[in-house]
């Protein structure tokens, strides 16, 4: 069955950086649309970052010039790579896919930008 599995997630101060990685089993990776997705408490799910099949990457504008969200089909990967993070960024991270019009969520993980 579709499995998305993130990791990477943790605590850091301000100023600091993080990778996220997904790792996805059970679809065709390369044909995949694949956003990252946060949750912060209270908070409604919001979007982070995409990449399409093509490798063209979109970024929510908070985000832009300090996250890179990239994929490699051949380990079926998508990463999140942050830098310059801030307490705001503070939230779980979910990874999404798109195959053949469906939707398929990880189950998260957790990042705590604090000091």
């Known amino acids: 069955q579709v499995q998305l599995v993130e990791s990477g997630g943790g605590s850091v101060q301000p100023g600091g950086s993080l990778r996220l990685a997904c790792v996805a089993s059970?679809?065709?990776?390369?044909?995949?649309?694949l956003s990252w997705f946060r949750q912060a408490a209270g908070k409604e799910r919001e979007y982070v970052a995409s990449?399409?099949?093509?490798?063209?990457?979109q970024y929510k504008d908070s985000v832009r010039g300090r996250f890179t969200i990239s994929r490699d089909n051949a380990k079926s990967t998508v990463y999140l790579q942050m830098i310059s993070l801030k307490p705001e960024d503070t939230a779980v991270y979910y990874c999404?896919?798109?195959?053949?019009?469906?939707?398929?969520w990880g189950q998260g993980t957790q990042v705590t930008v604090s000091s």
């Open positions: 999404k896919a798109i195959w053949i019009g469906k939707s398929y």
């Open positions: 059970g679809f065709t990776f390369s044909s995949s649309h």
């Open positions: 990449i399409s099949t093509g490798g063209t990457a």
